[in-house]
């Protein structure tokens, strides 16, 4: 979807679309750097919150700002993804954690196809500014419930210190 908007609805030239998603792949890797650094100062359950906020910033139409904000969207993803295999690893009894993770990438791997399919419908029918703020919107709505529940408190794993070598 990022794409088909930098090039279709923003029009944007290949070296500035290139800049974006070099930026993107950088802040990619620095989250997953820094997840010891934030993870040991920070609740899990408000680092993956943040995270998931920074997911529903990307609504300018500026390149330099799309490339910051598609920067900070990777390092969230790639951020979310590893407090949520911290998350796996703490809290699911070691007999089941290999039938968790596996379910939990099968239901990942219907379901990504399946919204990139309802994605492009409603891009194609209502543009795709349209669908990143749906999505946004969908983002902070969960966030607003999160934040009003019991596991904003949580921090699996915190009586271990999270190194480099646990998160890579």
């Given at each position: 979807?990022?794409?088909?908007?930098?090039?279709?609805?923003?029009?944007?030239?290949s070296y500035q679309i290139g800049i974006i998603y070099t930026l993107s792949a950088f802040e990619g890797i620095l989250s997953g750097w820094?997840?010891?650094?934030?993870h040991n100062k920070?609740?899990?359950?408000l680092t993956l919150l943040s995270s998931m906020s920074l997911l529903g910033l990307f609504s300018t139409t500026n390149w330099v700002l799309i490339g910051?904000?598609?920067a900070l969207l990777m390092g969230s993803v790639a951020l979310h993804s590893r407090?949520?295999?911290?998350?796996?690893?703490?809290?699911?009894?070691?007999?089941?954690?290999?039938?968790?993770?596996?379910?939990?990438r099968l239901i990942s791997t219907i379901l990504a196809p399946i919204s990139v399919l309802v994605a492009g419908y409603l891009s194609e029918e209502f543009g795709s500014s349209?669908?990143?703020l749906i999505g946004s919107v969908i983002i902070?709505?969960?966030?607003?419930?999160?934040?009003?529940?019991?596991?904003?408190?949580?921090?699996?794993?915190s009586e271990n210190k999270i190194t480099e070598e646990t998160v890579c």
């Open positions: 979807m990022i794409i088909f908007r930098l090039k279709e609805e923003l029009s944007l030239p820094i997840l010891p650094l934030i920070f609740k899990s359950s910051f904000f598609n407090l949520v295999s911290i998350l796996y690893q703490t809290q699911v009894p070691i007999d089941f954690l290999g039938r968790v993770i596996s379910a939990s349209t669908v990143f902070f709505l969960t966030n607003i419930i999160a934040l009003s529940s019991s596991p904003r408190k949580a921090n699996w794993g």
